[in-house]
């Protein structure tokens, strides 16, 4: 399948570190910008037209500028999925994106403690509100084994995703621990899918 990933994190782009990608995107001859490429997905993000240390202070409407220019002024080619990565929240970027293209699916990622579980479900509740289906939740940072002696530690809680879920009505698509593996990995932009994948994280 030919998968795009799309940054809209505006304010905070992480894909260019976490898929080992750097440098400004080239022109097509009608002026698009074409995707950096890395594992096989075609990738846009602020992160590729900015310095990497240098703030984005916008206000709303410059942010959902941006937004729509990733969208539309680039060269995406023929895709069969274009995966969005969101900032946390329900805010401009979520309702501009939700209003300017037609997703087929949102997925809630949230950690299991209440805190966090406050957000999702507004998340959650926003993407149904603008007719977007929710596909399911995952479950980050679902558990600490240990790499000395292999106990298992809750450290933000065991099952909070998961009773969202069930008070949703919606599906848990997976778990992802909080492992070190997985951490070393997506800062060194080569996620533990690529350099790992038969490791249990």
Known sequence: KEVGLLDADIYGPSIPKMMNLKGNPEL???????????????????????????PVVWRGLMVMSAVEKLLRQVDWGQLDYLIIDMPPGTGDVQLSVSQNIPIAGAVIVSTPQDVALLDARKGAEMFRKVHVPVLGLVQNMSV?????????????????????????????????PLHVNIRETCDSGQPVVISQPQSDA
């Open 144 to 176: 600490f084994q240990c790499p000395k002696c292999n106990h298992e530690t809750h450290i933000f809680g065991a099952d909070g995703v998961r009773d969202l879920a069930k008070t949703l009505g919606l599906d848990i698509l997976g778990d992802i």
């Open 28 to 54: 097509t001859s009608k002026n698009l910008m074409r995707p950096l490429k890395n594992y096989g997905i075609a990738c846009m993000s602020m992160g590729f037209l900015i310095e990497e240390t240098a």
